[in-house]
């Protein structure tokens, strides 16, 4: 069966389907192939950093890069690739990436208590922002690429963003 089967969630949007595809600290780029309904190694970040969350994507969802929309997991420990993970949404981070719009929902796992304490993005610790921010705003120095953070925005701001790429990918 094809990841892309299990759908955004059913209760989306304020808990949706994360399929990770790059652990926490590593520098590698995964992507899902939904062509070959497996996940390929993109490329090796040339870089000496390591992503500082979660990342992955949610299905059913189409962004204005022509991806699935992304998304970025506040975790303690690493995940395998391919683990799906019911997340909960708390809001977005806006990114331009080399020109076209990038956007990623933050979000923590659903029922995981440790992370309770984090209901809006506002919850996020600046530490974490700014890490994330650095992160991106650095993995494709040496690449060449341009990328510009917008900043964060919170739950209402993240749920439009979610709309518009069910919309897009409804669409499609």
């Known amino acids: 069966m094809s990841l892309l089967n ?3 969630g059913e209760d989306a949007p304020k808990i ?3 399929v990770i595809e790059n652990s926490k600290g590593s520098r590698l780029k995964i992507e899902y192939d939904e062509e070959i309904n497996n996940f390929v190694l ?6 000496h950093l390591g992503s500082p969350c979660e990342y992955g994507f949610i299905p059913s969802t189409l962004d204005e890069d022509g ?4 998304v970025l997991l506040i975790s303690d420990d690493p995940m395998p690739m391919g683990l799906v993970v019911p997340t909960r949404v708390v809001g977005v981070m806006y990114m331009i990436d080399s020109g ?12 995981d208590k440790a992370y309770d304490h ?5 919850d996020v610790s600046e530490q974490w922002k700014k890490s994330v921010r650095h992160y991106f705003e650095h993995y494709k120095d040496l690449k ?13 701001e993240a749920i439009k963003v979610f709309d518009e790429c069910v919309e897009r990918y409804n669409n499609k």
């Open 6 to 8: 299990i759908g955004y």
């Open 16 to 18: 949706v389907n994360s």
């Open 42 to 47: 993109d490329r090796v970040h040339q870089t």
């Open 67 to 70: 991806d699935a929309l992304d």
């Open 100 to 111: 076209e719009v990038d956007n990623k929902l933050v979000g923590v796992p659903a029922g």
């Open 118 to 122: 984090i209901n809006t993005i506002d």
């Open 144 to 156: 060449g690429d341009s990328v510009e953070i917008k900043g964060f925005a919170g739950f209402d």
